[in-house]
């Protein structure tokens, strides 16, 4: 799938699979995963977002259905927040985005990118681990980076 950089090129099957994907698959983890983080521990539920799902810094559209996808995954980790703060309020619940990363995906889209900016997967991982383990319960429902700076929603 490529993303639409014109209206014209929106295709309501592309559109589907980006939000089976990128939004409705995260939620049905977090639901088979809710039994689990009812407890007394501290827990942490953390989506994969992208900024392109920030409708806030949304400054160049295109990206419909990956854009539309990732702000739906936004406003499922946002309600989750809020769910388990009266189910299970030791869980932390969070959207990351893990900045832009060296993968086959990201490969036609890079040239944009600043040196530097791009980062190895391991990198990436390394980092958001890094931000997994500074969180505190006043972080859930946030929209975070991977260098721990919140993204409007």
């Given at each position: 799938m490529r993303p639409e950089k014109r209206l014209e090129d929106?295709?309501?099957?592309?559109?589907?699979r980006s939000f089976e994907v990128n939004a409705v698959g995260p939620l049905l983890v977090a639901r088979h995963f809710v039994s689990m983080l009812c407890h007394d521990e501290a827990a942490v539920l953390v989506n994969l977002?992208?900024?392109v799902g920030s409708i806030g810094?949304?400054?160049i559209g295109g990206w419909y259905g990956y854009r539309a996808s990732k702000a739906a995954l936004n406003m499922f980790t946002r309600t989750l927040a809020i769910e388990f703060r009266r189910r299970a309020p030791n869980v932390t619940c969070v959207?990351?985005?893990p900045g832009t990363v060296s993968t086959d995906l990201s490969a036609p889209f890079r040239r944009?990118?600043?040196?530097g900016r791009v980062l190895a997967a391991r990198d990436a991982a390394e980092k958001l681990i890094q931000v997994i383990r500074s969180l505190a319960l006043e972080d859930t429902g946030s929209f975070l980076d991977w260098t721990r700076k919140p993204i409007p929603w």
């Amino acid at each position: 799938m490529r993303p639409e950089k014109r209206l014209e090129d929106v295709d309501p099957t592309q559109l589907e699979r980006s939000f089976e994907v990128n939004a409705v698959g995260p939620l049905l983890v977090a639901r088979h995963f809710v039994s689990m983080l009812c407890h007394d521990e501290a827990a942490v539920l953390v989506n994969l977002s992208a900024r392109v799902g920030s409708i806030g810094d949304n400054r160049i559209g295109g990206w419909y259905g990956y854009r539309a996808s990732k702000a739906a995954l936004n406003m499922f980790t946002r309600t989750l927040a809020i769910e388990f703060r009266r189910r299970a309020p030791n869980v932390t619940c969070v959207a990351l985005h893990p900045g832009t990363v060296s993968t086959d995906l990201s490969a036609p889209f890079r040239r944009g990118v600043a040196p530097g900016r791009v980062l190895a997967a391991r990198d990436a991982a390394e980092k958001l681990i890094q931000v997994i383990r500074s969180l505190a319960l006043e972080d859930t429902g946030s929209f975070l980076d991977w260098t721990r700076k919140p993204i409007p929603w």
